[in-house]
């Protein structure tokens, strides 16, 4: 979804990914989609998504689940939590980071493995002089 103009207060949670290339104000919620602040994008509002690739500007405090990039003319006031982060040369960046490790799914304890069973030599195949 591209998105265009001024989207009044809050207007969350996003079903797809969002291009914002206009004003927003409130707070934005794409937990498993991106957000794409266009060259002509102001956001004024708190932000979670999975990942936020930023071309305009931000005022607020973004979550991300995946990644965050900011490109070279991007500017952002707020702090940043994520697990990874890009940040280009010539990018404002004002705040604070948290990288934080990526939430991995609890793996299933691990089987028990059988032992490995030990070569049996047996009285017809021992090695010559060792009947």
Do not use: C
């Not at 794409?36 to 998504?49: E, F, I, L, R, S």
């Not at 500007?57 to 003319?73: A, Q, W």
């Amino acid at each position: 979804m591209k998105w265009q103009g001024v989207i009044p207060a809050i207007m969350t949670p996003f079903r797809e990914d969002l291009t914002v290339d206009g004003e927003v104000e409130g707070a934005l919620e794409l937990q498993e989609h991106r957000l794409t602040v266009g060259p002509n994008g102001k956001v004024n509002a708190n932000v979670k998504a999975r990942e936020v690739v930023v071309l305009g500007t931000i005022h607020g405090n973004v979550e991300v689940g995946d990644r965050i990039d900011l490109r070279k003319d991007a500017k952002l006031v707020g702090d940043i939590k994520t697990v990874r982060i890009v940040i280009e040369d010539g990018a404002y960046f004002k705040g604070s980071i948290d990288i934080v490790k990526p939430e991995v799914a609890k793996a299933p304890p691990p089987r028990p493995q059988p032992a490995p069973v030990a070569a049996v030599a047996q009285a017809g195949n021992a090695p010559e002089g060792k009947k």
